[in-house]
């Protein structure tokens, strides 16, 4: 997994409820991403960060929040608006070389609805 | 969109056999990259092509890419129990993002 830490591994969400997922990378890395994966499918793009202070809305960003104050750290908040929160969610982190632009993951948050 | 569709959804082979997973895309690519997955995990990288190589090797992997047909193949060598995982190709389009399939999923029996 890298530099890059999750956590909590295991996440409970009452309904109603925002929680947090934390995302840290020491990998001095300007990119950073957050992404949804359902049981026996691929992944899919929540929010996007590119560098501190700025982020982008990827693919299935409703229901969802981000910041980016640090360049270590990009949180992910699930908000009581997004109603199907069950899923395995993976942060990763993304360096510039030229022509590499290879993704970092971290170990992954499963989140369940009480 | 630019998501990789990967080929076949599952795979199920005797070890020493070889694996062979398949990748198609829409759109022009920068590189194209291959990850794994094991069971509840992060995706791992284990391979990329750029869009002007047609193969590359690394270890017991071979990846070939055929840009007039927007399609790689991820061939396995000699294939272990513990290459029993879910496999991602990841097109990286020229603004830097990469998009993910399904996966394949290998199961190797020992």
């Known amino acids: 997994d890298g530099g890059i830490t999750q956590s909590p591994k295991y996440l409970f969400r009452k309904e109603g409820q925002n929680v947090t997922l934390s995302c840290e990378q020491n990998?001095?890395?300007?990119?950073m991403y957050w992404y949804r994966q359902d049981p026996g499918q691929g992944l899919r793009l929540i929010y996007y960060?590119?560098?501190?202070?700025?982020?982008q809305k990827g693919d299935i960003a409703e229901g969802y929040s981000v910041s980016r104050e640090k360049k270590e750290s990009f949180p992910l908040t699930v908000t009581s608006a997004q109603k199907n929160p069950t899923a395995f969610y993976l942060c990763?982190?993304?360096?510039?070389?030229?022509?590499?632009?290879?993704?970092?993951f971290g170990a992954g948050t499963r989140l369940s609805v009480l | 969109s630019q998501q990789g569709e990967e080929d076949p959804q599952a795979l199920s082979i005797q070890e020493g056999e070889n694996a062979t997973m398949n990748c198609s895309y829409k759109?022009?690519?920068?590189?194209l990259q291959w990850y794994r997955q094991n069971s509840g995990r992060g995706l791992v990288h284990l391979i990329l092509i750029r869009s002007n190589e047609r193969e590359k090797h690394s270890g017991r992997l071979r990846v070939t890419l055929d840009t007039s047909k927007k399609s790689s193949s991820l061939l396995i060598t000699a294939s272990r129990a513990a290459d029993t995982a879910s496999y991602f190709c990841g097109p990286l389009t020229s603004y830097g993002k990469l998009t993910f399939g399904q996966g394949t999923i290998l199961t190797v029996h020992p």
């Open positions: 960060s590119q560098i501190v202070n700025d982020f």
């Open positions: 990998l001095n890395h300007d990119a």
């Open positions: 759109t022009s690519i920068n590189n």
């Open positions: 990763a982190s993304q360096g510039a070389r030229p022509g590499k632009n290879i993704q970092y």
